[in-house]
Every structure is written in structure tokens, then in C-alpha cells.
């Protein structure tokens, strides 16, 4: 009788960590190529850029501190989120001072969060007015 050998091309066997990465980087692109495709849609852009600018309103009103080495803005992010865990927000977060506060987030956490978004709007250009 034929004996069959153990290494066919038919036999399973478990992906190799190559094949296994490759899958997991077309994965990826395909799933980025599709966010991309989506996004670039007129209204879907300017959904999302009205979104993002609306927050970056919030920045214009915390005061510049000063600048760092690579000429990013320090905030004053602490003093604007110490409301945050004031009665003041507690007791009422619907009040408009109150709307970018966390549920049960410290100032320190919050004022990450601020310098972080807060930086990403001052350098971005797709809130600005084109000239």
C-alpha cells in the first residue's frame, strides 16, 4: 500500500508568526484603506472637522503659560479643570463651564487631557480661518 508522508501540502498546520504578522498587516491597510475611503467623503469630513473645531473652542479661552523647547504651548489646563471637582460641576455638570469635565476625574487626569487636545488645536490648521 502507499504510504502517505506527514508533509503534504495538504496537511494543517499553524501559521507561522510571518504569515501570521502579514495577515495582520494586510488586515490593517484594508481596514485603514476603508476609514480613508470614508472619511474623504465631503460631508463625512466636514462632519468630523465641525466636531474637532467645536472642541478647540474650549482652548481659545485657557491662557497660554508659556512655550516649550519645541515651541508647543503650556496651558493653564489646571486652573480650568479644578472647577471640574468643585461642587460647582458636581452637584450640577450640565452648567456650560462644566462641559468638558469627566465624571470622577482628577485635575491632574483632566488637565492631561487638556494640554493634549488643547496642543492638537493650536497646531492644527483645519480650524483655522483659510485666508
Known amino acids: 500500500s502507499p504510504t502517505i508522508s506527514k508533509h503534504t501540502k495538504f496537511s494543517s498546520h499553524k501559521p507561522t508568526s510571518k504569515s501570521s504578522l502579514k495577515m495582520k498587516v494586510s488586515a490593517s491597510l484594508l481596514i485603514l484603506g476603508a476609514c480613508m475611503i470614508v472619511l474623504t467623503s465631503a460631508e463625512t469630513r466636514n462632519e468630523f472637522l465641525s466636531f474637532i473645531c467645536k472642541k478647540c473652542e474650549g482652548c481659545k479661552l485657557i491662557d ?68
Open 64 to 131: 497660554i503659560e508659556s512655550f516649550d523647547e519645541d515651541g508647543n504651548p503650556d496651558f493653564d489646563c489646571e486652573s480650568k479643570c479644578e472647577i471640574c471637582v468643585s461642587p460647582y460641576c458636581t452637584d450640577n455638570p450640565k452648567r456650560p463651564e462644566c462641559k468638558f469635565c469627566e465624571k470622577d476625574e482628577t485635575v491632574e487626569d483632566c488637565a492631561g487631557r487638556c494640554q493634549f487636545g488643547c496642543t492638537f488645536c493650536y497646531k492644527t490648521t483645519a480650524c483655522k480661518p483659510k485666508k
